[in-house]
């Protein structure tokens, strides 16, 4: 079992639609929790981050941390076309080496007008 | 310039040459990652600077490839007698002191092709 998995989608949506964008993890050590949305030929920018279990939110973003069924979520309201990207989340236990990013494949989203 | 910029954005080599790439953190962030992001495989971590400290190299992938960091600054990573599941995107990313996952911010990346 990979330490975190995430459903590659792709996922196509309405515009206007709630998307719900999910990753399990296996190592019950991570404490940090990310998400990150990625363009097309882009780098990696951060989206949300969120420390143990809890909700944030931020606009129309929520990100969700669940520990003791090892299960994160970021839901997007009201999609947009600007918001069709790749989603990945990242996890952290800021042991082992120093600290380095376990990240999911990816989900590619595309909110269709 | 305000961002972690990387060199070159795309390189094509040929099977068994040496490829150098290059990265200019955001000046003042002590720490410095490198990734790799394979189609359909997601990032993979593959080595991390934190200021003077000893790197942690777990992440590469074997004896081909190394990483330095000259003056806490400009790192490049090198890839020996390049193969073709090389070909990949090598991202960069720095962020302030220790590692703190909202400060993280990485480059648009090193696009490698190895025919």
């Known amino acids: 079992q990979k330490e975190v998995e995430q459903d590659p989608g792709p996922l196509s949506v309405p515009e206007g639609a709630i998307v719900s964008l999910n990753c399990t993890y296996s190592?019950?050590?991570?404490?940090?929790f990310m998400w990150y949305r990625q363009y097309s030929r882009k780098g990696p920018e951060l989206l949300m981050y969120?420390?143990?279990?809890g909700n944030k939110e931020d606009g129309r973003f929520t990100a969700q941390v669940d520990k003791s069924s090892k299960y994160i979520s970021l839901f997007i309201r009201d999609s947009q076309p600007s918001d069709s990207a790749t989603y990945l989340c990242?996890?952290?236990?800021?042991?082992?080496?120093?600290?380095?990013?376990?990240f999911g494949k990816g989900t590619k989203l595309s909110v269709k007008p | 310039g305000a961002g972690v910029s990387q060199s070159p954005s795309n390189k094509v080599t040929e099977k068994g040459k040496d490829v150098e790439l290059r990265c200019d953190p955001i000046s003042g962030h002590t720490a410095l990652y490198w990734y790799r992001q394979s189609l359909g495989q997601g990032l993979e971590f593959l080595i991390y600077?934190?200021?003077?400290?000893?790197?942690?190299k777990s992440g590469l992938p074997s004896d081909r490839f190394s990483a330095e960091r000259t003056g806490g600054s400009v790192s490049t990573l090198t890839i020996q007698r390049t193969q073709q599941e090389d070909s990949a995107v090598y991202l960069c990313?720095?962020?302030?002191?220790?590692?703190?996952?909202?400060?993280?911010?990485f480059g648009e990346g090193s696009w490698l092709t190895v025919v």
């Open positions: 600077f934190q200021g003077n400290s000893a790197p942690d």
């Open positions: 990242a996890m952290s236990d800021y042991g082992g080496s120093q600290g380095n990013l376990i």
């Open positions: 969120t420390y143990s279990s």
């Open positions: 990313a720095s962020s302030m002191g220790q590692f703190s996952g909202n400060t993280i911010y």
């Open positions: 190592n019950s050590a991570f404490q940090y």
